[in-house]
């Protein structure tokens, strides 16, 4: 026992848990957090999780097998969106839909911690419980990850959280100023009542200001190591082996020129892309294989030499989004290599009732179409490996992926393909299917004005509109254009490349002044009009006339 206590002194009071280094004076640190005004706790809140997401991505980077948490949360969210969202989100954005999720997690990442930053005011037990709830919701999201380490996405989870934690106390104790007489310590005039102290300001400003900066600096390297992690997961050759079956070069008659008329064939850097990926799958083809499996007498397992080592041949298809709007641009045409479906499933042996064959990719996305469709003679099925005679891009699905004339992606075109099942249309509904879209997507016919833009100023006298039109694999057999709500008049067609294909279109029209509708509707290879009919994308795809108006001066 001490002196003090012995000659019957009290005893000092014990330190508070909470208790860290302040100037002499300063309440206690929970107490002087509650005296921080409710902007500077939000942006400590803001700094804070900025400073853990930064240091999650910088993780994800540079540990294989750790993965993003943005990636991990967004993919979750897809996994889980309601029936419909797929369209309104490729509606409002596009292609650039992964782009826009990927921001909407990060921006809900920093508005919990502002939360957890105005929570931290009044409780900082409060405030840190927040952080450690979002941050468990980051880790199960990373648990669901089929390419990365479980393991390493919990690890990052936690180090993602702490940082924020961390982060969150310490500029809340910058943010917690001494109210005192500054000025009577320097001579000038007194700080005013209620106000946080100039140097006090400066010093939260530049250690929030320090945490955002180092945050988006972490968190730009780590997306950046995370695209560039797998540089040698290139092709195992640059080049593809010779097809056996070569399509002859397209005849002038096949390509028209006009102005703004999207070309016949879609250069692969501008081909568009939708799928349920916020990071392209970084697949190493040497160690890639594709599983036949299922309602089949012998399974087989192929490797990428053995999938090239079968003939290969080449065909041109349109493929299309059942997402793309009428009048929009998720629709492409290209030249694809790579390996008759039907003959790898006659080498496993289809067995009696096999009804739906189930692509797989790499992160276990699926797609289902009838057996009875790659069955028929009629189109050619494809297990793909080249896009416009170069091996196929990681955005579009190498080393191999499913072509399937005459059907919409979601049912048909697996990317990163990494198995094929035979099974029943009763057993098994594939991952769109789930969510509400149609257990079959035939694409319907459409057709596009690519030329003038809606909304454009035109001058009188002689002018072109153009298109395109597809209904693969009907193919088209005529375009037809209207103003005005008068007449329909044939359009000039492109020789078809062949009934999988789109074709482009040309209309002549001699302009007048005035503010004008210009319609445009196709007819398939039987001579069926597209509907008129207008209907959003879900379930089955978009229907109805693209429709632009120009002025005319």
Same mark, same amino acid.
């Given at each position: 026992m001490s002196s003090a206590a012995r000659a019957g002194e009290p005893a000092p009071p014990p330190a #508070?848990?909470? +208790? #860290?280094p302040l100037p002499p004076g300063r309440p206690a640190l929970p107490a002087a957090i509650a005296q921080s005004s409710p902007?500077? +706790?939000?942006?400590?809140g803001i700094a804070a999780a900025a400073a853990g997401i930064g240091v999650s991505e910088l993780v994800a980077g540079l540990v294989p097998g750790a993965p993003s948490l943005i990636v991990a949360v967004g993919s979750l969210l897809i996994a889980l969106q309601p029936p419909g969202a797929k369209d309104l989100v490729v509606a409002l954005f596009g292609a650039s839909d992964k782009t826009a999720l990927g921001v909407a997690v990060a921006v809900v990442g920093l508005a919990a911690g502002a939360a957890a930053g105005v929570l931290a005011r009044r409780s900082l037990r409060n405030g840190v419980e927040l952080l450690l709830v979002v941050g468990t919701a980051a880790g199960v999201a990373a648990l669901l990850q089929p390419l990365d380490s479980p393991l390493l996405g919990l690890l990052n989870a936690a180090i993602g959280a702490v940082v924020a934690i961390a982060a969150l106390r310490y500029l809340l104790v910058l943010a917690a100023a001494p109210r005192v007489d500054v000025g009577a310590r320097t001579g000038g005039a007194l700080e005013p009542p209620g106000g946080m102290p100039a140097w006090g300001r400066r010093r939260f400003l530049l250690g929030a200001g320090g945490l955002l900066g180092g945050a988006l600096v972490a968190g730009g390297v780590g997306r950046f190591l995370l695209q560039r992690r797998f540089p040698a997961a290139a092709p195992v050759s640059a080049n593809l082996p010779v097809p056996t079956e070569?399509?002859? %070069?397209? +005849? %002038?008659?096949q390509s028209l020129t006009a102005p703004g008329i999207t070309p016949i064939v879609i250069p692969n850097d501008r081909f568009y892309r939708i799928d349920t990926e916020l990071l392209v799958p970084q697949v190493d083809a040497a160690t890639w294989q594709l599983q036949v499996t299922g309602m089949v007498d012998r399974p087989l397992t192929l490797s990428y030499d053995d999938l090239l080592a079968l %003939?290969?041949?080449e065909q041109y298809v349109t493929i299309a989004c059942v997402s793309n709007p009428v009048g929009g641009d998720l629709v492409g045409n290209a030249l694809w290599t790579g390996v008759h479906l039907r003959q790898v499933l006659a080498a496993a042996g289809i067995q009696a009732g096999a009804t739906q064959i189930v692509g797989r990719a790499v992160d276990g996305f699926t797609v289902g179409f009838p057996t009875s469709w790659a069955l028929d003679p #009629?189109?050619? %099925?494809m297990i793909?490996?080249?896009m416009n005679r170069v091996p196929l891009p990681a955005e579009h699905g190498y080393p191999a992926r499913l072509i399937v004339p005459g059907l919409y992606g979601y049912v048909s075109a697996t990317k990163w393909l990494s198995e094929i099942q035979l099974t029943t249309m009763e057993a098994f509904d594939a991952y769109w299917v789930r969510l509400g879209w149609a257990k079959e997507g035939p694409i319907v016919a459409e057709s596009r004005i690519d030329h003038p833009a809606d909304g454009a100023s035109l001058a009188a006298g002689p002018v072109t509109i153009d298109g395109v039109a597809w209904a693969p694999d009907r193919g088209i057999s005529r375009v037809e254009v209207r103003v005005d709500g008068g007449a329909w008049e044939a359009a000039q067609l492109s020789r078809a490349i062949s009934r999988a294909t789109w074709v482009q279109w040309l209309y002549r029209w001699t302009a007048t002044s005035g503010t004008h509708t210009i319609e445009v509707r196709a007819a398939d290879g039987s001579g069926a009009l597209q509907s008129a009919t207008p209907s959003a994308p879900f379930? #089955?795809? +978009?229907r109805g006339y693209d429709r632009i108006q120009v002025a005319v001066a």
């Open positions: #508070s848990p909470e +208790a #860290s902007a500077a +706790a939000a942006l400590a070569l399509v002859p %070069p397209l +005849a %002038p008659a %003939p290969l041949f #009629s189109r050619e %099925p793909a490996v080249g379930p #089955s795809g +978009a």
